[in-house]
């Protein structure tokens, strides 16, 4: 049975590039067997994170939406653009909110247990966006998600890229390519999906 594996970018910013990476990363992913589902963060629109506002409304739908669809998949391979050496904050809120989550239906789910994720970074700068790698495995690893050992920075990320979307230096093909044979591998060993 093929690894399910869910793919997004913590930016929706038009040519962001951590959507590039990300597309690059799916296209691996399923050259080395992965069912892939790509989505948006941008399509599952949330307010900030308040508690206030979870007491009197609940979680948003759009959490439980976004945290069904995590359920269903054996792993994640999130990337990450970094803003001021850490998380982007649509990335940080919508993780904020999937963890809130403790029932659906009457029954107990926690959309990010058992599972597994997979990071990118990229940016323009030197640093390819790996500072805030860091902080997002932190928050992950509280959220109960494994986090694999391998991950993927691409500096220089403006000039990263073909016109086709693929990674042009052999070195971040490289390491692309062993995130997600990690990845799958761990998650296929690991797996807890849920069916929909």
Known sequence: MAARILVFAGSIRTGAY??????????????QGAEVTRISLGDYPLPIMDQDLEKEEGVPE??????????????????SPEYNASIPPLLK?????????????????KPFEGKVAGLCSSSDGAF???????????VLMHCQVE?????CSIAR?????????????EHSKKSMATVCRTLIERASMLSTRIEG
């Open 62 to 79: 759009n959490a439980y939406r976004l945290g069904r669809l995590i359920a269903a998949h054996d792993g994640m391979l999130i990337c």
């Open 128 to 138: 390819a966006g790996a500072r805030g790698l860091y902080h997002l495995r932190a």
């Open 157 to 169: 990320a403006s000039e990263a890229f073909d016109q086709d979307g693929e990674l042009k230096e």
């Open 18 to 31: 951590s959507g590039k990476t990300a597309d690059a990363a799916m296209k691996e992913l399923a050259e």
């Open 93 to 109: 809120n919508a993780l904020d909110w999937v963890s809130r989550i403790r029932k659906d239906g009457g029954r107990p789910f």
């Open 147 to 151: 986090i694999i050992t391998p991950q």
